[in-house]
Structure formats: C-alpha cells, structure tokens
C-alpha cells in the first residue's frame, strides 16, 4: 500500500493533495471541451450542456438535439433532460441539489429532484427585451447579468422574487463592456445582501441593493474574478498574466502570482479558502500564499468544480479530488514526524510484526496517549482510502485500551461517519464526500441526494444505522412507484400497501397525492383508504371530487372542525340543491348546517334548507319571526305576507292544522295591534312607533288596561277567548302596575273573583299600599281566621286584627298580638282579651 504523503504537494509551507476518485468515467468521443459543466456542492451531481459558441462535428440530427445530462461524480448517467426552449446562459445548482437553467429571455426552471420536473419563473426588469448574459450562483440564489448590465437577484428559489441591483455606473472613457464578474453570498458581505463585483476596464465596481462603488483600481481589465468561500478574499486574473489575491473590501493586496501562460486561463476558482487553482485545456495550477504554485498537467480538457472545503478535477479519464492536507492528517503522516499520533501510528504497525516496540511506543507518548487517539480518530475521517482508515482506527483503538478511562464516544462516531460515507463513495453510487462536507450536508440530506437516485436500499439502510426514521424513504419510494408503474392500479395497490402495512409513521396522504397527479384517481381512492389520519384525508379527496366520501370521513372521525372546514368547502363549491341533496342523507350534517346558519344569522340558507327538507313547520316558524321583527313604514305590509306564506306552507298539511289556526289567530292579533298602534299615535301627547305589535295577547291587554284601556281589553278577551281566571289576573297586575287603586277599589265591591280576593290582597301590599289591600281582607272569607289575622297584622293594623281575634274568640292570638303591639293599641287589645276573658267566666 502506498505511502498517504505519496501524492501530497507543497504549495508554499502547506501541502496539498489530490484524492483519485473514480477513473474512466466518461467515452473518450464525449469531447469534454465542448461542454458547458456545472456540479453541485458537497459532492452532489454533474450538469452537462453543449457549448453553443463552440464548433462542432456533426454526429446525427439525434444528437445535434439539446439537452442537460446530469451524471454522478463517477459518470453514472442519472438523467437526461431534453431542453428546446432557447440557448441557455446560467447553469448552476443549489445547495439541496436543485438544478437551475436560466434562458436567454429570463426563463429560468428550477428542476428539484433530479427527475425533470421542474417549477418555473421568469426575471422580469426587462431580462426578456435585453436579454440574459450569464448568471453567478450561490447556495440558495443567483444573479443574472442583462444585455444592459443591469443586475437581476434572486435570494431564494422556494419563493422567487427577482430583485433589480443598482444600476452600474460606466467609468468615463469605458466602453461597458463586463470583463468577468463574481458575486459574494449575502452571508458573507457587510451588507447582508448580495454584492457583485463587476470587472469594467481596469477597475472593479461593487454592486449592490443600495448602490455602486467604484474601488478605481488601475491594473484591468481582470479575466476572471473569483471569490473565496468564506467571503474573505477575491482572485483576480489580469492581462499579464498574474494572479492577486486581495481581501474582499480590496484594502489589502495579499499575494501575486505570475503564471507566464501566453494564453487566458479557461477557469479560475478557489481550493478551500488558502489556494486559488487555474485550469487551462490541460494545465492546472494551485495558487498558495505568498505566489508558491504547484503544476499538474493531463491529457486532457480538465473542468473545475468547487466546492467547500477543496475542487473536484473532471476529465474524460479521471475524477479527482484536489485539496489541502488536513492539520491532522499532516501531524500523523509526515515525514519525520514525532508527534504523538505518528508514533501511536507506528506502535500498531509494530504490534502487527509483533515487536516490543510497540510498548516503547506507547510510553515515550504515555502523557499525550489520549490527544494522540483523539488525533488518529479525526484523521481517519479525513482518509478515503479505506486502508488508512483502517490503520489509523486501529490505532486509535489501541491507544485508548492502554488508557485508564477514555470516552469512546467520538471513536463510535467516527466509525459510524467512515461506514457511511464509504457506501456512498461507491463508483455505483458515485458521492465522493469529504468528512467536511459530510458534516455540513447532515446525514438527513445525504438520504434526500439518495432518495433523489432513487438508491432506496443504501438509503434504507444508512437510515437504520444511524438510527433515522425511515418512513419518508417508504413514502418517496411508493410515491414514485405509483408514478413510473405500469401494472395495473390494483397490483400497484396491493404491493404498496402490503410493503408498508407494518411500517409505522407512513403518511398514505403523500402516495395518494402523487398517484393522482399521475391521473390515478381510482388508485388515490383506494390508498387514501389506508389513511389513519381523517385531516389528512379530506383534503385530498375534496380536491378529486369525492365530496360525499370526504364529508363521511370528516363527520367519521368526529372532529367538528374537520366537519364545518368541509361543509364550508362544498358550499361554496357545489351549487345550493346539490349540496342541500349531500346533506339531506346525513343527519349531523345537516344540524350542524342548520346550527351555524343560525348562528350567523343566514336566514335565506335556512328557509332553502327547510324548504328543500321538507321541513313546513320549521320554515313556518322562521317565517313568523321574520314577521314579528319586521320594522318602519311599511311593516304591516311586510309582516301580512309573512304570514300569509306560513299559512300556505302548512295550509296542506293536516298534521299542522293546530298550527295554521295559531298563525291566522296571529295575524288577527297583529291587524288589531296594528290598530292599537295608530290610535295610540294619534291620542293626544301618544308615542309613535310600535307600542302593541310584537306583543303576544296576555301583553297587549296588560297595557290596554295599564293605560286605562278596559274596554278593548275585554273586547280582546271575548276575541281570542282568554278565560276570565287569566284575565282577572291580567287586569289586577295591569291595575296595580298602573296605580289604579280607585278602580281596584271598584272591582273590590264586586261580590265574586275568579281568582279569588287574596291575589288582590298580595299584589296591593306588594305594591305598597296597605290601605287599598286592607279593602280585600274582610272577603277572604275561605281563609281560616288565623291567616287574616296575620293580614291585618301586615296592613299595621292591630285592633283590626284584634277584632278578628275576637270574633273567632282566639284569645292565644290576643295575647299574641298583645306582645307585638305598640301605643294606644296595646290598651286597646288588653280591654279586648279582659272582655274575652270575662265573657269565658
């Protein structure tokens, strides 16, 4: 096994290697020159198009036919899209793997899941009239260059709304053309926006939301302008040559490089944040601090592909990865090392030959034995040859069973992490991820690329190991069966219900959903089937047109909500029959329709519901509210053919004759209230408006006799045969309410009451006046004697009450009201009980 230093360069003071990843790639008549590349961060796929300011060889008029092919890092042909809808001028991707094409007019497609479906928008600001340049991408956006110069952002591919920059102003003397451009994520600049760095002439302009800066710099026009991937620093490639490296605000110039090329350089990019690399056909330069360069040479075209923490180097023959040596690779593996983790190396190769060195070893590092297994562990992440990997755990391992305590939780980690990503290092699989990238792509969107593949296995099984959820990889994988299966909808049913029937957490919802996108209709039925969750359901199936399904499975689970959100749904979906005709059949439905028009005060809904039911009696009955609330000029009018419609709703009906004859007694008593009311308007100082309507009968004749009204009060009795023990009453509340005490006096004198004389007595002395209420106690004759007593007693008066003592000849209650008198009548009781007394002698 090579040595790991066997393929290291120094640049500088730092070495730099380049990682073989995958070897024959592509056919040799791919003619990779004459391609257009762009990949994706963190390892993720390669988007391929045909240059077309290229010449040529003509091949068939089947492969002169446009189109994107997107490849995995080891040549695997993952998709290819046939693209006819104008040249293309920004190919790019993001940092979840979304393909962007933006086209000359400023249509730009967003493609999302490696499959060709795509989400389409335009830029706008003109990007249609002035045309499309080219465009610069970041993690999560991009910016297009116009034929104009203007600017043109997008920050977020989710929602897009294209932005127009500041307008660039043209150096006096400038022809305007944009030399080359970069951008700096709106992360990385001081502004939280993005900035564009436009090279015009010899000088570079800032481009941003608010404005344009002009650094006036006098060494252009720059060829290529590059950013580093922290922000930090920007590379610039000029006429002569030479390569700068200056901060980002272009305060400080860090370093120059002469690369003596006659020619200008096909790409220039960033390796990590501490190189800058040139690529012509087939030279390629690594830029370090300070002008240090190392050369690498191919035999053939060689595209740059940047990444976060290095580039990826595309041939025809080769993919490699070009990065600087970690710190912790280079402390175990240079030459001549004697830090802890290169002789905790060398003690396990000793182990393995079976030397006494190996305990040598391992005490010479004795004090620094756990940063040396710490070491050893974070090395063997950066290795992707397994070999090494290998050897630097077993290192690690060793290092930590010689130590008394050590926590082994990064080495369990690491272990995990290295499984890992040398199953999706596989040529099959093609991700040849860096632990670096690793980290910051998360194991949860390295399962969404694979898913993506279409690699449900490896995903499955990542997913178990790392102890992840894995019911969106049975989702996604049953949503694309449905749509790429050509068996019939019940097989396809079947097999996916059967393969995810013991799965937990599966959201049946999503395969439905796709299968009728698909035009699968049936099949999303019966898979909604399958649903446990009612929310989820409904939906789905409102948007099919299954309303009547939809409306079982809300009223189903019982949830009201559910319910009303689907009532309201098709209410304002289907035309008012048919929907009365959904709820007709189910009874809850129904109320909780009949419910809410009630609470909202929807009376046309439930005079159409009533009526469409059948309902007479309830639609009767909302009639004759709306006529009891009728108001203003014309109420009497109004309320008359209310009623008039009542009575023909029921007039059919035997059941509701009871009913009808009500409702014609009620119109009968509004034409006389109605009379009431006009009188009263026209009775000297009378109150206009409505003084009886609305009243019911035991009302209207309590305020005709309250306003001295006696007659029509009777005349109102005899009308609607009110019988006279309710009327006496009427007229004795009526009365005393009024004040009336001469006329209850009146009726006092009377020799018989319906309701008797002890209601009159009550409802006097409730209203305070005891001398009137003392009138009705001699002709409570049915009372015993003891009750009127206690009559007198309440009106004050104690020789009254005496007096009826006597003549019952009660001399308990004498000398009972003896103890409760006060003045002249206690003398007066006393001559009462000595009379009594002596008339007992």
Same mark, same amino acid.
């Given at each position: 096994m090579?040595k790991?230093?066997a393929d290291?360069?120094?640049?500088g003071?730092?070495?730099?290697?380049k990682v073989?990843?995958y070897?024959?790639?592509f056919?040799p008549d791919l003619e990779?020159?004459?391609f257009v590349?762009?990949?994706a961060?963190?390892s993720?796929?390669v988007a391929?198009y045909?240059?077309?300011?290229?010449?040529?060889?003509?091949?068939?008029a089947?492969?002169?036919?446009?189109?994107?092919?997107?490849?995995?890092c080891?040549?695997?042909?993952?998709r #290819?899209?046939?693209?006819?809808?104008g040249?293309i001028?920004?190919?790019?991707w993001s940092?979840?793997?979304?393909?962007?094409?933006v086209?000359e007019d400023?249509?730009?497609r967003c493609?999302?899941?490696l499959?060709g479906?795509f989400?389409?928008?335009?830029?706008?600001h003109?990007?249609?009239e002035?045309?499309?340049?080219s465009?610069r991408?970041?993690?999560s956006? @991009?910016?297009a260059?116009?034929?104009?110069?203007?600017l043109?952002s997008?920050?977020?591919y989710?929602?897009?709304?294209p932005?127009l920059?500041?307008?660039?102003s043209v150096?006096e003397?400038s022809?305007g053309?944009?030399?080359s451009?970069?951008l700096i994520?709106p992360a990385?600049?001081?502004?939280r926006s993005?900035?564009v760095?436009l090279?015009?002439?010899?000088?570079i302009?800032?481009?941003d939301?608010s404005?344009v800066?002009?650094h006036?710099?006098q060494?252009g026009p720059?060829r290529?302008?590059?950013?580093?991937?922290?922000?930090k620093f920007?590379? &610039?490639?000029?006429?002569?040559?030479?390569?700068w490296v200056?901060s980002s605000? @272009?305060q400080n110039r860090?370093s120059e490089?002469?690369s003596?090329?006659r020619?200008?350089?096909?790409?220039?990019?960033?390796?990590g944040?501490n190189?800058?690399v040139?690529?012509?056909?087939?030279?390629?330069h690594?830029v370090g601090?300070n002008g240090?360069?190392a050369?690498f040479y191919?035999?053939?075209?060689?595209h740059l592909?940047?990444?976060?923490?290095?580039v990826r180097?595309l041939?025809?023959?080769?993919?490699e990865?070009?990065?600087k040596?970690p710190?912790v690779?280079e402390?175990?593996f240079r030459?001549?090392s004697?830090s802890?983790a290169?002789?905790?190396?060398d003690a396990?190769?000793?182990?393995?030959?079976k030397?006494?060195?190996?305990?040598d070893n391992?005490?010479?590092?004795?004090e620094?034995l756990?940063e040396a297994v710490?070491?050893?562990?974070r090395?063997?992440?950066h290795?992707?040859?397994i070999?090494w990997q290998k050897?630097?755990?077993?290192?690690?391992s @060793?290092?930590?069973?010689?130590?008394?305590?050590?926590?082994s939780?990064?080495f369990?980690? =690491?272990?995990?992490?290295?499984?890992?990503?040398n199953?999706v290092?596989?040529?099959?699989i093609?991700?040849p991820?860096?632990y670096?990238?690793?980290?910051?792509?998360?194991p949860?969107?390295l399962l969404d690329?694979?898913?993506?593949r279409?690699?449900?296995?490896?995903?499955?099984?990542?997913?178990?190991?790392?102890?992840?959820p894995t019911? #969106?990889?049975h989702?996604?994988w049953?949503?694309e069966?449905?749509?790429l299966?050509s068996?019939?909808?019940d097989?396809i049913?079947a097999?996916?219900?059967?393969k995810l029937?013991?799965?937990?957490?599966?959201?049946?919802?999503?395969i439905a959903?796709?299968?009728?996108?698909?035009?699968?209709?049936?099949?999303?039925?019966?898979?909604?089937d399958?649903?446990?969750?009612?929310g989820r359901q409904?939906? $789905?199936l409102?948007g099919?047109?299954?309303?009547?399904v939809?409306?079982?499975k809300?009223l189903e689970?019982?949830?009201?909500d559910l319910?009303?959100?689907v009532?309201?749904?098709?209410?304002?979906k289907l035309a008012?029959?048919?929907?009365?005709?959904?709820?007709?059949?189910?009874?809850?439905?129904a109320?909780l329709?009949?419910?809410s028009?009630?609470?909202a005060?929807s009376r046309?809904?439930?005079?159409?519901?009533y009526?469409?039911?059948d309902?007479?009696?309830?639609g009767a009955n909302?009639l004759?509210?709306?006529?009891?609330?009728?108001?203003g000029?014309q109420?009497?009018v109004?309320r008359?053919d209310?009623?008039?419609?009542?009575?023909? &709703?029921?007039h059919?009906s035997?059941?509701?004759a009871?009913h009808?004859?009500?409702?014609?007694e009620?119109?009968?008593?509004?034409? =006389?209230?109605?009379?009431?009311?006009?009188?009263a308007a026209?009775?000297?100082g009378g109150a206009?408006g409505?003084v009886?309507?609305g009243?019911s009968?035991h009302?209207?004749?309590f305020r005709l006799?309250?306003?001295g009204?006696?007659k029509?009060?009777?005349?109102?009795?005899?009308e609607f045969?009110?019988?006279d023990r309710?009327f006496?009453?009427i007229?004795?509340r009526?009365l005393?309410?009024?004040?009336?005490w001469n006329e209850?006096?009146e $009726?006092?004198?009377g020799?018989?009451s319906p309701?008797?004389?002890?209601p009159f007595?009550?409802?006097v &002395?409730?209203a305070?006046?005891?001398?009137?209420a003392s009138?009705f106690?001699p002709?409570?004759t049915?009372?015993?004697?003891?009750?009127?007593i206690? =009559?007198?007693?309440?009106?004050? =008066?104690?020789?009254k009450?005496g007096?009826?003592?006597?003549?019952a000849?009660?001399?308990?209650?004498?000398e009972e009201?003896?103890s409760?008198?006060?003045g002249?009548?206690?003398?007066?009781?006393?001559?009462?009980?000595?009379? &009594?007394?002596g008339?007992?002698?």
């Amino acid at each position: 096994m090579p040595k790991p230093t066997a393929d290291w360069e120094r640049v500088g003071d730092r070495f730099y290697r380049k990682v073989q990843l995958y070897t024959a790639i592509f056919d040799p008549d791919l003619e990779l020159e004459n391609f257009v590349v762009a990949g994706a961060p963190y390892s993720g796929a390669v988007a391929f198009y045909r240059d077309e300011t290229r010449l040529q060889a003509f091949r068939g008029a089947q492969a002169a036919k446009s189109g994107i092919d997107i490849y995995s890092c080891a040549g695997k042909l993952l998709r #290819r899209i046939n693209f006819d809808k104008g040249s293309i001028r920004g190919l790019g991707w993001s940092d979840d793997e979304k393909l962007l094409v933006v086209t000359e007019d400023g249509t730009v497609r967003c493609y999302y899941n490696l499959q060709g479906d795509f989400i389409p928008f335009t830029l706008g600001h003109g990007s249609d009239e002035y045309g499309v340049k080219s465009c610069r991408f970041w993690s999560s956006g @991009f910016v297009a260059l116009l034929g104009n110069n203007q600017l043109v952002s997008v920050s977020r591919y989710d929602e897009p709304r294209p932005k127009l920059l500041a307008t660039p102003s043209v150096p006096e003397g400038s022809n305007g053309d944009v030399v080359s451009w970069a951008l700096i994520p709106p992360a990385y600049a001081l502004s939280r926006s993005v900035e564009v760095l436009l090279a015009i002439r010899e000088t570079i302009l800032v481009v941003d939301a608010s404005g344009v800066e002009d650094h006036k710099l006098q060494n252009g026009p720059f060829r290529h302008i590059s950013v580093s991937p922290n922000g930090k620093f920007v590379a &610039l490639y000029t006429d002569d040559s030479r390569v700068w490296v200056v901060s980002s605000d @272009f305060q400080n110039r860090l370093s120059e490089y002469d690369s003596r090329a006659r020619t200008i350089p096909k790409d220039m990019q960033w390796c990590g944040n501490n190189a800058v690399v040139l690529a012509w056909e087939d030279e390629v330069h690594v830029v370090g601090p300070n002008g240090a360069a190392a050369k690498f040479y191919y035999d053939g075209c060689v595209h740059l592909i940047p990444d976060i923490d290095g580039v990826r180097l595309l041939t025809n023959d080769v993919c490699e990865f070009l990065h600087k040596v970690p710190d912790v690779t280079e402390e175990t593996f240079r030459l001549g090392s004697t830090s802890p983790a290169s002789v905790l190396l060398d003690a396990v190769d000793q182990l393995e030959r079976k030397s006494p060195k190996a305990d040598d070893n391992i005490q010479l590092i004795r004090e620094n034995l756990d940063e040396a297994v710490d070491t050893c562990v974070r090395a063997a992440g950066h290795e992707f040859s397994i070999h090494w990997q290998k050897q630097l755990l077993k290192a690690a391992s @060793f290092g930590k069973s010689v130590l008394d305590l050590y926590n082994s939780d990064d080495f369990v980690d =690491m272990c995990e992490t290295l499984r890992v990503l040398n199953a999706v290092r596989f040529y099959e699989i093609g991700f040849p991820l860096s632990y670096e990238q690793y980290m910051r792509l998360t194991p949860s969107a390295l399962l969404d690329r694979l898913l993506n593949r279409h690699e449900y296995l490896l995903a499955l099984r990542i997913a178990s190991y790392l102890r992840l959820p894995t019911d #969106r990889i049975h989702v996604h994988w049953a949503c694309e069966k449905v749509r790429l299966s050509s068996d019939p909808e019940d097989a396809i049913a079947a097999d996916v219900v059967g393969k995810l029937s013991s799965q937990r957490g599966i959201s049946y919802e999503q395969i439905a959903r796709a299968a009728y996108d698909e035009g699968r209709s049936r099949l999303a039925t019966e898979l909604l089937d399958h649903e446990p969750r009612p929310g989820r359901q409904v939906p $789905l199936l409102l948007g099919m047109g299954e309303d009547r399904v939809a409306l079982d499975k809300a009223l189903e689970s019982g949830d009201s909500d559910l319910t009303f959100w689907v009532l309201l749904q098709l209410q304002r979906k289907l035309a008012q029959p048919a929907f009365f005709r959904t709820i007709s059949s189910r009874p809850v439905a129904a109320a909780l329709v009949e419910s809410s028009a009630w609470d909202a005060g929807s009376r046309e809904l439930l005079k159409d519901l009533y009526y469409q039911d059948d309902r007479r009696l309830e639609g009767a009955n909302l009639l004759f509210k709306e006529a009891l609330e009728c108001r203003g000029e014309q109420a009497a009018v109004a309320r008359a053919d209310k009623l008039k419609l009542a009575v023909k &709703l029921l007039h059919d009906s035997r059941e509701h004759a009871g009913h009808v004859k009500a409702i014609e007694e009620a119109q009968r008593l509004l034409r =006389m209230q109605e009379g009431l009311d006009r009188d009263a308007a026209t009775a000297p100082g009378g109150a206009g408006g409505d003084v009886f309507t609305g009243l019911s009968v035991h009302e209207t004749m309590f305020r005709l006799v309250k306003m001295g009204n006696s007659k029509r009060a009777l005349k109102m009795q005899s009308e609607f045969k009110v019988p006279d023990r309710m009327f006496w009453w009427i007229r004795l509340r009526a009365l005393v309410a009024a004040r009336h005490w001469n006329e209850l006096e009146e $009726l006092g004198r009377g020799k018989k009451s319906p309701i008797g004389w002890e209601p009159f007595f009550n409802e006097v &002395l409730a209203a305070g006046n005891t001398r009137v209420a003392s009138v009705f106690i001699p002709k409570c004759t049915s009372l015993p004697h003891t009750d009127r007593i206690e =009559m007198w007693v309440k009106c004050g =008066m104690m020789v009254k009450a005496g007096e009826e003592a006597v003549r019952a000849k009660d001399l308990n209650s004498l000398e009972e009201l003896k103890s409760r008198a006060s003045g002249n009548s206690v003398a007066e009781i006393e001559h009462m009980i000595s009379v &009594l007394r002596g008339g007992r002698r």
